[in-house]
């Protein structure tokens, strides 16, 4: 008994010291021919004696050689495969050059923002609508309560095609298109292009994009408009931003609102901020109850429906939310400015 | 509107530092765009809104204030030193057109010395921008600024006649305003108008001749309502803002008439004025007072909370409302003149939540009662499409709508453009017909900035005429690729953008958009090269085109490089039905692939050889690619060399090489008699 024991660690020590000499892959093979060759390998041999052992001795030995035999099949594999690698594997002389890298195109700003205002308001159970660009007077205007000759108007400064047709200056029209062709409850945001009569400077331009929202239903309240557009701007802008509603005057929402948040530039510390002038405030959108005149143009009775609605300029919005300082470089479409909207 | 902190102070007691006060401006949406010390006084900047001009004077701010604050109005008495003389006996008024003039006051004040005016009205003025004139002139703005009403004086000694008449301007008549311009006037316009010819236009300014001069010393002052919409047309037409019109157009109080005449007459007594006795006022048809019911229910269903009555009617009544309960919490408003703006029951329940404060609201969530199915998938495919032109490393671009008249003419776009009828600049006076020019621009801009390639798309409308009357917007994809594709790296050189760069994209688009296989054909047209352009089409369907940009036009924009665009039509191609998807088994039996190289005459193109092989009914056949295509070198004339892969594959089992060979001698004597190819 002692004598397989004493076995095991003599083959253990003089394992070790070959190993520690061999210097090609051959002479691995010979070494595993030696040990573990199946008719005369050492631990063959030994194990052949193992079998001879009684029941009690067979406890101690059998753990020892096992460990022995395991030990050697795995330093054997480890120095095999470093012998061979250089062989198999061409090796990389320099791993610090750069990489390959795949350009991909990028969106514009526009759509980038546009599509993030309009995943949070899908997230919400809203539906996308569109309308046409160029509009007649009528949904422009008249359906949504602007008399004729008012000086509302003014602040809607329009290009004109002829005397009936006109571009868009807001995307509200969309709203009549909308409720003319649908009965409540409806729930819609709708994209786009429109056009002002304005010459062009730093925060001006004659085309633009604004996204629009309506709501129309039984029991919707201002409360719901406060709500969902708060929010809206928080997910827009993030958890702490400060809003505030206040008074405001359209044609056709009323009660009117316009929505102030805080300038996200000085956070109102810069009496001489470009942004927000130093109040600390920056608009954003203006918002309302529907106004019923705007319900019975199309037929929906106010005093069984009500709604809440909303439009943003889609540019000003993102020139604050990235900080760009002039409107026009969202047209020039200079690739330095373009494909910075990559990373985002 | 600017307006004075101490003139406020003149109609309410107000004790606020002037940032808090502005704060309660914010709150009721009297919005403060800035705020300004100057000297003793500050100012505040406010925005007004077009249906509010009861705010376009220091009054009506007051009164807002004072309902906030819960404040009283205070009131003043303006005391007149009288003449003998009645007013009737100095001037004759007749209103002509009590359509367009429901009111008219008068009085005349006599012995006024024109001169400047006190150091206080003058710093009254100043603080909100006028420039004092004299003390004549300075006493009417400060009126208007104080009431919201605009008054007008003339010299009573210019008025022949002593007459006052309200008409309409005749054919041919003419006038000087008081800024030196002279005016021809139109029948729709309204006049002040003397026994003989026009001395002011109503609403709108005064003539220089009837004007105060040093030398008056009898001064007639008018205090008038006038039809809003007139004036308007009448301002616009003429080109002629004034504080006056701006008040007039928005719809100015007849009830404030005669205050204004005598407050106006009381101040110009100070200068040794005697006023006329007894105000003239014509007032054919008096304005009824409007009056709309309002709901307390109404107010909490359109706010969402509960609003006390108590609340309704403290805030209402300050504000000039005269309320009557004619059931429990059911008011009857009665609307005072000065607000226009007050007409139904929504009008009302947004004063209550004005001064209630939008801030105490709650917020609440939207509820939702029904979910909706996306109308249609376009614009989900319209993603997707400007996806797959990311990825082949196109760049999106939006460019103007509008296009220069001049510049889109070279580019016989074919469509009649639709111009401007107001166009901001000639540059800017149609609407695109093609989205390729604004490509072209974008690319020449990006060269002069260092761009060494340029390879953008943009998805946008073109608008055009379509017969006389009926306009068209459609939506349409652009791309244009030119320069480099890709820059040197150490791995690889630079790579110049080609044709097929521009084709694989819109072949890509095809694909992963589900559409069939797109085909084309070649074609002319103005905006390519001769022979380097094709039509593009689904399902034998035109849909668009590609090319070579052509070198007139590319010179025409200063491009140097070679540039291949493309135009699709989108609403037509969008409007096409993709293939609905079906998931194909994972073929478990492995394929067998052959090449075959052959020479065909040069003038064959791979369509019609991909036509052919299409033709072909050779079972097993999965797929086939051109892998080459060559000329020259050692080829003999006239010829070109194709080399493509045919892949074979059987479902069930593994193919034995002799079907193979029999599908490929099959393949290559189809092809021997169909387009005479030689085997290389």
Known sequence: MSSLLEKIDHYRRLFADQVSRVKEARQVEELRQAFLGRKKGHLTLLFEEFKTLGPDEKKSA?????????DIQNLLAELEQKLQSPARVKQLEDLTLPGRQLYWGSPHPITLFQREIERIFISMGFSVEEGPEIETDYYNFEALNFPPHHPARDSWDTLYINDKLLLRTHTSPVQIRVMEKKKPPIRIIIPGKVFRRETPDPTHLPMFYQVEGLVVDRGITFAHLKGTLEYFIKTLF???IKLRFRPSFFPFTEPSAEVDIECIVCGGQDAACRVCGGSGWKEILGAGMVDPQVFKNVNIDPEVYSGWAFGLGID?????????????????NDLRFLRQFNRR | MKISY??????????????????????IGLMVESVTPVGEDTVFEIET??????????????REIATLLELSLKTRNWPLKELPQATSGLVDINILDPQLCPRYCGLVVKGVRVGPSPDWLKKKLEAVGLRPINNVVDVSNFVCFSLGQPIHTFDLKKLRGGKIKIRKARKGETIRTLEGQPVELDQEMLVIADETTPVAIAGVIGGEESGITESTTDVFIESANFNPVSIRLTAKKLGISTDASYRFERGADPNAAPAAAVMAASLLCEFGGRVSRGLLDLYPVPRKPRTVTLRLRRVNELLGLEIEPEFVVKTLSSLGLKLREQSPRVWTAEIPTFRVDLEREADLVEEVARFYGYDRIPSAVTPVKSFELPADRRRDRVWRLKEVLFHHGFDEVINFSFADPEKELLWQTGCRPIKLKNPISAKLSSLRT?????????????????????????????????????????????????????GRTWREAEKETDFYVLKGALEDVCNYLGYDQLSFEPVEHPFFEPGQALKILVK?????????????LARNYDLERPAYCAEIDLNELLRKQPRAFRFQPVPRFPGVSRDLSFLVEDSLTYQQIQEQLQKLNIPYLENFLIYDRFQGKNLPPGKVSFSVRFNFRHSARTLQTEEVDRAMQEITSQLKSTLKIQLR
């Not at chain 1, 000003?316 to 020039?332: D, G, K, S, V």
């Not at chain 2, 101490?6 to 709150?27: D, H, I, T």
């Not at chain 2, 809104?49 to 007051?62: C, F, I, K, M, S």
């Open chain 2, 6 to 27: 101490s003139w406020l102070k003149e109609f309410v007691n107000l004790n606020l530092p002037p940032e808090e006060l502005a704060g309660c401006l914010n709150q």
């Open chain 1, 316 to 332: 000003r919005t993102a020139m604050f939310a990235f900080q760009i300082p002039e409107i026009r470089h969202f047209y020039e």
């Open chain 2, 540 to 552: 034998k369907e035109p849909v668009g085109l590609l090319g070579l940009l052509n070198s007139n």
């Open chain 1, 238 to 240: 993030g958890e702490k």
């Open chain 2, 49 to 62: 809104y077009a249906n509010r001009p009861d705010t376009l004077g220091h009054l009506g701010v007051a």
């Open chain 2, 434 to 486: 093609s989205l390729l020019p604004g490509l072209v621009e974008n690319a020449v801009w990006n060269f002069n900035r260092e761009a060494e390639g340029v390879h953008i798309f943009e998805v946008g409308n073109i608008y055009y005429w379509e017969g006389e009357e009926t306009h068209r917007e459609n939506l349409n994809l652009g791309i244009l690729t030119t320069g480099l594709r890709s």
């Open chain 1, 62 to 70: 059998g753990r020892l050689l096992n460990e022995l035999k395991t």
